[in-house]
């Protein structure tokens, strides 16, 4: 039988905020760029609501908020967002990884990322990787998993504005579990640091116009 190599790779970074206008806020302020006009839309199935910042080729920023417009959903919102509070500050609390084939990248994984999922919004169709409780793996280090169906990537429709990301620095007690995980779903990117700690953390450094600058 002939064993498919899997071919991962960082594709997004989600900020998730309690309002969208506070994420850009808190994106434009930490980077120093503008997020206006807002590039993004809705997802009704689960009530958020998103806007995007390239940071280059193939990969960009997202920030994510619950959409007060929307229907509030009968199951549980993606990317943690029904524990934020109207208070909660925005943060970077996730990352998602693209992949190859998302059946093999799930079945390979030691750290189980979630429910395959088929998500779609305007032109753009995608398979994601989603818990059913709506929870974050290894407190957001380990990534959701997204297969994309459409073309082009998101990425390049979206503005130049100068942003690339240099290194996303991740931390947690269970280092060595998260590592072998990304080692079975073929995920290996020198931007991404791995560190073991306390408590689970991310944060990115990005170039920008003004120098580099870290979310976090």
Known sequence: MTTIALHTAPDHLVITAATLEAGMAWVEQSLGVSMAPRIGGQHARLGTHNALLSLGEGFYLEVIAIDPEAAIPARPRWFGMDQLTASAAPRLAHWVARTSDI????????????????????????????????????????????????????????????????QLILTHPDMHKLRAAWQAIGLNDERIVLLEGKEAHLRAVVSTPQGERVLG
């Open 103 to 166: 059946a093999a990248a799930v079945a390979a994984s030691p750290i189980a990322p979630g429910r395959i999922e088929p998500m779609s919004r305007g032109t753009l169709d995608w398979l994601i990787t989603i818990a059913p409780d709506g929870a974050l793996a290894c407190e957001g280090v380990m990534p959701s998993l997204i297969q994309w169906l459409s073309q082009p990537h998101p990425a390049s429709a979206l503005p130049e504005r100068g942003c690339r990301l240099q």
